[in-house]
C-alpha cells in the first residue's frame, strides 16, 4: 500500500503548523504520489566482489575501450540487473580468482570454469549456463590430425584449465610431453613458433581465437564434454547463487541469454563484437595511439606500487640492517633469520602465500595492492638490510674504536662516524634495488594487480598482437629503467665528490 495518503491523513491531525506550511507540504506529498516515486528511499543494492580471467574471450575480455566485456560478464550483469544486486568485476587471472575463491578474498568466480567433481568439493556451483568440450589445435601448416601423432612431442596447456586435465589424462596414452602457461595467447604463440605441436582448448574460445586471425585450426572432435559453471565458496553466499539461479532463467526465458551468446559466437558476432579493430591500425605507433590509456594506467600502477614498496622496504631494511651490527647476538640473529628467509623465498610463492594463504588461515580479507605491498617490502627489504649490513661493515672498524676511544656512545658514534661513510657504499646498491623492484612488480601480475605486464595481456586477449604489444611493454620499461640508471650514475657521482 502506498503511503502518502496515510500520511496525509496523519498530517492533518497536527495543529502546530500553520496552514500555509501544511499547504506546501500537501502540495509536495501529491506531486511524489502523482509522480509515483516511492516514500521510503531505494535500499542500497548488495555489491558483490567477482573474480575473471584477463585472457579468455570470448567469455571474458577487455574491449577498446578497457572494459571488460564477454558472454561470461554479459550474462552475469544481466543476472544482476534482473536480481537487483551489483557486481564488481576483478579480472585477477584464472588462477589467482579460484584461489582468492578459496582463500575468501571475492564472493565468486565466472571465468568459464568447468564444473567437475573435484572443483565440486571445493566450491557451490549455480545451474551451468554454457556447453563446451575440449579440442586440439595445431598450427595451418601442421599434418598432424589425431592424438596418436603427438609421441614425443610437446604439447602446450594453460594452467588450471579442464583442458589441460583432460590433456594430462591422456598424456600417458599417447606418449606427448606438456608445457604450461597462464594465458591462452601465450599458449597459442607456442605453438604458432613451432615451439609446441598442439593445444588443448575449450571449443568455443578457439572457434573465436581463430575467427579473430589466430593462425591454428582445429583438428579432433569435442572431447570430455562439460558444462560452465557460476563458483562460490562452499557454506558462503548461498543466497547469491540463488539469485544467480533464479536470473539464469529469467534471462533464458526473455531471450537475453540468446541475444549474448549470439553477439559473442553468432554470424555477426565479428562485426558487433569487435566494432572497427578489424579496421584499426595495428602498427606498433597504431596500438600505442589506441591503448596510450590502459598502459598510462599501467605504468601509474608500477610505479606506485614501486614507489611505496621501495620506501616501506628501505625502512624494513634500515631496522634489520642496523640490528645485524649492534653488538648484540639475539639482534644480530634476528637480522640473519630475517634476511635469510625473506630473500630465499621466490617472490611469486611470497606474493600467492600473502595474498591467498594468510587469508585462508585467518579468514581476513587483504586488497591485493596491500598484499603487492608487502610481498615487494618483505623481498626487496631483506636485500635492503643485507646491504645496511654489508655496508657498514665495510666501514674501517678502526673508525668504531676512534670514535669510542673520544667518549662517544655506541648510537652516536654509529649515527655520526659510520653511517655518513657507510651510506656512501650503500647508495648504489640502493638505486639498483629500486630498479629491481621496479621490474618484480609485474610478478604481482599474479594476484591481479592491473600493472604494466598484467595491462599487456589483456590488450593482447583484445588484439592478438602479442609480439607487437610486449615489445611496447619492453621499451617502456627500457625507458624507465634507463632514467633510473642515468639517476643512480648521477647520485653516485655527487656523493664521491
Known amino acids: 500500500?502506498?503511503?502518502?495518503?496515510?500520511?496525509?491523513i496523519r498530517l492533518r491531525r497536527v495543529n502546530t503548523l500553520s496552514v500555509k506550511k501544511k499547504w506546501l507540504i500537501y502540495v509536495c506529498l501529491w506531486v511524489l504520489v502523482w509522480l509515483g516515486l516511492p516514500l521510503h528511499p531505494a535500499q542500497a543494492q548488495k555489491t558483490y566482489q567477482i573474480g575473471t580471467d584477463v585472457t579468455y574471450p570470448p567469455f571474458e575480455f577487455a574491449n577498446e575501450q578497457n572494459q571488460y566485456v564477454g558472454i561470461d560478464i554479459d550474462i552475469l550483469k544481466a543476472i544482476a540487473k534482473d536480481q537487483h544486486f551489483r557486481v564488481n568485476i576483478k579480472p585477477l587471472g584464472f588462477n589467482a580468482a579460484v584461489q582468492s575463491l578459496e582463500a575468501g578474498q571475492i564472493d565468486g568466480v565466472i571465468a568459464g570454469m568447468t564444473i567437475t567433481p573435484e572443483r565440486k568439493q571445493k566450491f557451490h556451483f549455480g545451474d551451468p549456463y554454457f556447453k563446451t568440450g575440449v579440442i586440439m589445435a595445431v598450427s595451418q601448416k601442421s599434418k598432424i590430425k589425431g592424438f596418436s601423432q603427438l609421441r614425443h612431442q610437446r604439447v602446450?596447456?594453460?594452467?588450471?584449465?579442464?583442458?589441460?586435465t583432460y590433456a594430462n589424462s591422456i598424456k600417458a596414452k599417447y606418449g606427448f610431453k606438456t608445457v604450461t602457461f597462464d594465458d591462452s595467447n601465450n599458449m597459442y604463440q607456442d605453438v604458432v613458433t613451432g615451439n609446441s605441436v598442439a593445444c588443448f582448448e575449450d571449443q568455443p574460445v578457439m572457434q573465436y581465437a581463430i575467427k579473430h586471425k589466430t593462425p591454428l585450426k582445429i583438428v579432433t572432435a569435442p572431447a570430455n564434454k562439460g558444462q560452465y559453471g557460476f563458483a562460490v565458496q562452499k557454506g558462503r553466499n548461498a543466497d547469491l547463487i540463488a539469485k544467480f539461479n533464479v536470473g539464469l532463467k529469467h534471462i533464458k526465458a526473455n531471450g537475453t541469454y540468446q541475444k549474448i551468446v549470439a553477439k559473442y559466437l553468432g554470424a555477426q558476432a565479428n562485426k558487433t563484437q569487435t566494432g572497427k579493430s578489424n579496421l584499426e591500425d595495428r602498427s606498433f605507433w597504431g596500438l600505442l595511439k589506441q591503448n596510450q590509456t590502459a598502459l598510462l594506467n599501467g605504468l601509474g600502477e608500477t610505479v606506485w606500487l614501486t614507489v611505496a614498496a621501495i620506501f616501506f622496504a628501505?625502512?624494513?631494511g634500515l631496522i634489520f640492517g642496523l640490528l645485524g651490527v649492534v653488538p648484540n647476538k639475539f639482534c644480530q640473529g634476528l637480522s640473519t633469520t630475517v634476511i635469510y628467509i625473506f630473500r630465499g623465498l621466490p617472490l611469486l610463492v611470497l606474493a600467492l602465500f600473502i595474498y591467498t594463504g594468510i587469508p585462508s588461515l585467518t579468514g581476513q580479507k587483504i586488497p591485493a595492492f596491500l598484499a603487492g605491498i608487502i610481498t615487494l617490502t618483505l623481498n626487496e627489504g631483506a636485500y635492503i638490510a643485507a646491504f645496511v649490513k654489508g655496508g657498514i661493515d665495510a666501514v674501517d672498524p678502526g673508525q668504531m674504536e676512534a670514535a669510542r676511544s673520544l667518549g662517544l656512545p655506541f648510537g652516536k658514534a654509529m649515527r655520526r662516524v659510520i653511517l655518513p661513510q657507510g651510506i656512501r657504499i650503500m647508495v648504489p646498491s640502493f638505486i639498483n634495488q629500486f630498479i629491481i623492484t621496479l621490474k618484480d612488480t609485474s610478478i604481482l601480475s599474479v594476484i591481479g594487480l592491473l600493472e604494466l605486464t598484467q595491462t599487456g595481456k589483456i590488450i593482447i586477449a583484445r588484439n592478438l598482437e602479442g609480439f607487437k604489444v610486449w615489445t611496447i611493454i619492453a621499451?617502456?620499461?627500457?625507458?624507465?629503467?634507463?632514467?633510473?640508471?642515468?639517476?643512480?650514475?648521477?647520485?653516485?657521482?655527487?656523493?664521491?665528490?
Open 475 to 497: 621499451v617502456i620499461y627500457l625507458i624507465i629503467i634507463t632514467l633510473l640508471t642515468w639517476l643512480s650514475n648521477w647520485v653516485q657521482r655527487r656523493t664521491n665528490a
Open 1 to 8: 500500500m502506498n503511503s502518502y495518503p496515510l500520511l496525509l
Open 314 to 316: 628501505t625502512i624494513f
Open 156 to 164: 602446450a596447456l594453460k594452467t588450471g584449465t579442464a583442458a589441460a
